[in-house]
């Protein structure tokens, strides 16, 4: 099957559930984790005679979002109701933007293996979420849980420029990441609070003329999201090439089988049945808003990662290792403030902080050594007055026990100081040569990685005090005697 003649297009519609406290349209709560239906109110089951009321963080973040991706920000905008039936849809009907989204245009640039791309966005709007079906727990019959109904979303819609699963999986990845760094949403894809819908076609390559596109829709994990696309990618294919032609659908994926099935047939706009909202007035947003939101804008991941790369000279893998969560790079930049051993510092926080971090399970806030104590350990090591080895397995261990206490004093309390005392060292050395003859025969003979041994037999000497760039290039020199 000459699948290699075909190209993929896909395009995507981002649900990014909002980190507001309260409702978008009401002020039940959003918290992830009640007991079924306990975040509900009239006016989030929608009973008849209860208004809307717009939440003002929802539009904050709206335009934060699409300041950062460069959008367009409507100043003017208005609701509107996409009527569908469905038991997770308690009004009938959802508040959402069809006529005047919020944010027009902007892009995001994505990373995979072929390089970096600029994903266009078509708009973001802003609407609320659905409840949730359960099918598993009760036998033949579905539970509604309605806490989620009514918690604000953003929708982001890009144009079809994604040619991959790869791709999509750069996209998600990178979305993710942003609107964490802006703080509108955590992000967590497993609780449902970053999902999307992939719509998917095939043409064969150098036709410009899209084909008829199916969408995948709820896909909250990126491994579903790649193992959906492919299958479905694969099945258009097999579909064509055998005589048929794809119909416009809406898929379910079964993560269980790997395949995906028809929900139904695709609905355009007017089988939503869009009218403007009549219980929300226009929303208008001021100048001196829109230079509000843009001035509280935090660094951006990209600003971030170009920082890190030019200013402190640091590899692509440091780079993205410490600017994949905010938290890490503005303690990185902290930490830089007290040292000018950049590379040092990155290594460190790579190897040692984060991981820590990790195991622990805390945020870096609560890490327990201070910025200006980690240079200090960073310092020791660079004059050699403790070993990398000591530095990383005694002291920085005893530094989290006993993050009060200088670096300097814990080192000499637990004897990792090293001797650079020349005089010192020469003795021991003379001691190990002249205990070593034969060893001493074939490096003079050329066994040159005899020097390990050397050196390994100087720090048991020395119980592990000696300077090791020192006591090299005394051995050396008097091996070459």
């Keep these: 099957m000459p699948y290699d003649q075909y190209e993929t297009v896909i395009g995507l519609e981002v649900h990014v559930q909002l980190a507001t406290q309260s409702k978008a349209f009401c002020g039940d709560a959003t918290a992830f984790g009640a007991p079924p239906n306990t975040h509900i109110s009239p006016l989030s089951m929608g009973h008849p005679g209860t208004l809307p009321r717009l939440n003002q963080k929802q539009v904050e973040y709206a335009i934060k979002l699409g300041l950062a991706l460069g959008s367009k920000i409507n100043m003017v905008n208005a609701f509107d109701r996409k009527n569908y039936f469905y038991a997770d849809l308690p009004k009938g009907y959802q508040i959402t933007q069809d006529r005047k989204p919020i944010c027009i245009g902007g892009q995001l640039k994505i990373t995979t293996e072929s390089g970096e791309k600029a994903i266009r966005i078509h708009h973001i709007h802003m609407e609320e979420d659905a409840g949730k079906s359960i099918h598993e727990t009760s036998g033949p019959y579905s539970q509604i849980d309605l806490n989620r109904a009514g918690v604000p979303l953003l929708e982001v819609v890009s144009e079809p420029d994604l040619r991959s699963a790869e791709e999509v999986d750069a996209f998600m990845s990178g979305m993710r990441q942003l609107v964490r760094y802006l703080g509108v949403s955590d992000g967590n894809m497993e609780q449902g609070s970053l999902r999307c819908d992939v719509n998917v076609s095939v043409r064969p390559k150098g036709q410009q003329a899209f084909g008829e596109r199916c969408e995948i829709k709820n896909l909250n994990s990126m491994r579903y999201a790649r193992r959906a696309i492919r299958y479905e ?7 064509i090439e055998s005589g048929g032609e794809v ?10 089988t790997g395949r995906t099935s028809p929900l139904r047939d695709k609905e355009d706009a007017h089988d939503y049945r869009y009218f403007p909202e009549p219980d929300l007035p226009p929303l208008v947003i001021s100048a001196d808003d829109l230079r509000r939101y843009h001035q509280e804008l935090p660094a951006l991941p990209w600003q971030l990662r170009e920082r890190l790369a030019e200013e402190y000279d640091l590899p692509a893998y440091d780079v993205n290792l410490l600017t994949e969560e905010q938290e890490a790079a503005l303690f990185y930049l902290e930490l830089v403030q007290h040292t000018e051993l950049y590379k040092a510092a990155a290594n460190l926080m790579i190897n040692k902080v984060l991981p820590h971090c990790n195991e622990a399970s805390i945020s870096l806030s609560a890490f327990p050594v201070g910025a200006d104590q980690l240079a200090r350990l960073l310092a020791l090591i660079e004059t050699g007055k403790v070993s990398n080895t000591a530095a990383y397995q005694q002291l920085f261990p005893a530094m989290l026990n006993a993050p009060d206490k200088k670096p300097l004093e814990l080192a000499q309390s637990l004897n990792l100081i090293q001797t650079s005392d020349a005089g010192a060292l020469e003795s021991i050395i003379d001691q190990v040569i002249a205990d070593n003859p034969e060893e001493t025969t074939r490096y003079q003979k050329g066994k ?6 050397f050196m390994g037999e100087v720090m048991k000497a020395s119980r592990g005090k000696a300077d090791p760039k020192l006591t090299n290039q005394l051995l050396r020199e008097k091996l070459a005697k």
């Design 233 to 239: 990618v694969k099945r258009q294919i097999d579909w």
């Design 247 to 256: 119909r416009q659908q809406t898929l379910n994926f079964d993560p269980e």
């Design 448 to 453: 040159k990685n005899l020097i390990g041994f």
